[in-house]
């Protein structure tokens, strides 16, 4: 298509390379980095700043935060959640992560034909809750119903308003050699949780999803004046994808103390019968705040106050002498790990 | 779900009448709108006005309107445009009907394993070509991968942000005894296209899509102070749906002649060779717009120098004296003819 004025854009995918999508372009490894780079690149305009989580906009004396994400995770229900508040959690997260406060949600289902409607209902009903947790609104919406067997039950895209009310600039460009880096909670019962129940494993303690909103952990944060440098939240890939990313578009090294990563012994269990390392298991209530080492205690305390961040702790710091752009991990036993992005998944279809 | 002070929400689907969703669900006609309805009233807050397109937020000193949408046509491809112009072109419509004009789009993709890459290229690619030509930026996406046979190519959620820069109030309460209604253009052609592409009917003349972007006639009437009182496109369910909804809202009688609404032979064939009413097929870049009778001529000379409604008139006019919340159609012969909502749909998935 061209406009008259000789404007075809071009896509620049790996056409030669992958001939086709593949589940793994939707893991959260680097596949999927690949992809999401070529077709933001197809619609990056040279003013806006590209972000991780959601764009940053000016719009007359405001500066709002503009997100989306689609959900597709199967099942629609697991233990700490399902599909509706995932996507009301999963934006409200990203732009959260934008240090932003959100306040309206935009809601898209597409349904399956044969979906029952008492299933709708349930999820209709969990994302107002949701909703009402976080403190916004969904305030308009779309319906759309394909042919059965052209859908899986509910699918969600969510697209979400926050304001952006401190002038502090958050991301990964802001991280400096000495930040603190701050783990929110535990890791890895998300994408555990989902993948119980997928395939019928029974644990002696039920795996429950972390699921939940974020905001007020990270308003208090910005509300207390803490420099933040960069936030996070630890979705698809993990806290390994997302830390990984953050040093390269840094150019910084990070290191982190294995020892120091909440992973609780029902997930750790699970990950050893399942063959995943939970450095890499998605969660959808984690995230992870870049402070000035200075700041770091504080800044727990404040994360602290905050049911959802009770257990935040310091996992690792920033330097500048190490090897720029690489994650490294003293384990356990002392020996040091590099941290690398995954090509594709461990799991798919869990958010 | 409960937070703890008692708030429990509850979806009032039509559970009983209904117990699974239907494609009908989908289709722009009154099962359509009894799920709509039921879906947001579970999440309706008091302060905001139900908007059929889109939510107006007042945030600091600035009017926003809010949108999504979620496609799902078949074929991705057809003539006259693709799912990815049709994603563009149906959010910044949705934007245009809410009166503002749009600014920042998101894009969310749902892509089924097995999809070419050369497929998803080129629907980015119009994707940006479309937001060019509408003066819309895509800001922010993302994109979830499900398994082969879970999917159907592509789906495509947009949401959209434009900022609304008059106080005027624009809508079917707006709606006055004398207006006049003005259509943008002839109907019935994108239905029609999908429709012939989809059963492989081949005609004399190629029906093209009217998909379009409409923000530009709309801020020229705006801009050049029309007292527009109501805008609505003809998407779903197509004229028809649209009157009648403004219609009951407005609860006034809108006369229509049959005379006055173009419809091209080409169009006119097919839907006799299909047995359906041009008046009830959905386009994607044709309006109506209400103004005072006096206002008629001038808003007809603004819309007729923009390309996409150079073909605009008057179709009819609300009166205080007709049967209220009813849509009459003078008819060519002379009879009058009540329109009413399908219940269903005659095409499934044309958007």
Redesign the interface.
């Known amino acids: 298509?061209?406009?008259g004025n000789g404007?075809?854009?071009?896509?620049?995918?790996?056409?030669q390379e992958?001939?086709?999508?593949?589940?793994?372009?939707?893991?959260g490894g680097r596949l999927?980095h690949q992809?999401?780079d070529?077709?933001?690149s197809?619609?990056a305009?040279a003013e806006?700043a590209r972000?991780h989580d959601?764009?940053a906009?000016r719009?007359?004396?405001?500066r709002?935060a503009?997100?989306?994400?689609?959900?597709?995770v199967q099942p629609l229900f697991f233990p700490g959640g399902d599909i509706g508040?995932l996507a009301v959690c999963g934006t409200v997260n990203d732009l959260a992560m934008c240090g932003a406060r959100p306040?309206?949600l935009?809601?898209?289902?597409?349904?399956?034909?044969?979906?029952?409607?008492?299933t709708?209902?349930?999820v209709?009903?969990?994302?107002?809750?949701?909703?009402?947790?976080a403190g916004v609104?969904?305030?308009?919406?779309?319906?759309?119903?394909?042919?059965r067997?052209?859908?899986?039950g509910i699918?969600i895209?969510t697209?979400g308003?926050g304001?952006i009310e401190h002038d502090r600039p958050i991301g990964p460009e802001a991280v400096r050699p000495g930040d603190a880096v701050l783990l929110s909670g535990d890791i890895g019962r998300h994408g555990i949780a989902i993948m119980a129940v997928r395939e019928g494993l029974a644990f002696e303690t039920e795996i429950t999803s972390d699921c939940a909103p974020l905001a007020a952990p990270v308003l208090k944060l910005l509300e207390a004046g803490v420099a933040v440098h960069c936030l996070r939240d630890l979705t698809r890939g993990g806290l390994a994808a997302a830390l990984v990313e953050i040093a390269q578009t840094a150019g910084l090294h990070i290191q982190l103390d294995e020892a120091a990563i909440p992973v609780r012994p029902e997930v750790q269990s699970a990950c050893e019968l399942l063959g995943i390392d939970p450095l890499y298991v998605a969660n959808e209530g984690r995230f992870v705040a870049f402070v000035p080492e200075a700041e770091a205690e504080r800044a727990l305390s404040i994360l602290q106050t905050e049911p959802v961040s009770a257990d935040a702790r310091v996992i690792g710091h920033v330097t500048a002498d190490g090897p720029a752009g690489l994650v490294t991990l003293r384990t356990a036993i002392g020996t040091t790990r590099v941290l690398d992005l995954l090509s594709g998944e461990q799991l798919?279809?869990i958010?």
Do not use: N, W
């Open positions: 298509m061209s406009d404007f075809t854009p071009v896509c620049p995918l790996p056409i992958y001939p086709h999508v593949l589940l793994a372009h939707g893991g999927m992809l999401i070529a077709i933001a197809t619609f305009s806006l972000r959601g764009a906009l719009i007359g004396d405001m709002l503009f997100t989306t994400d689609a959900f597709v508040k306040l309206y935009s809601v898209s289902f597409i349904l399956e034909e044969g979906l029952s409607m008492e709708l209902g349930r209709v009903a969990s994302m107002q809750a949701a909703a009402h947790e609104e969904i305030v308009t919406g779309d319906t759309k119903v394909v042919d067997g052209k859908g899986d699918f895209s697209a308003i304001v798919p279809r958010c």
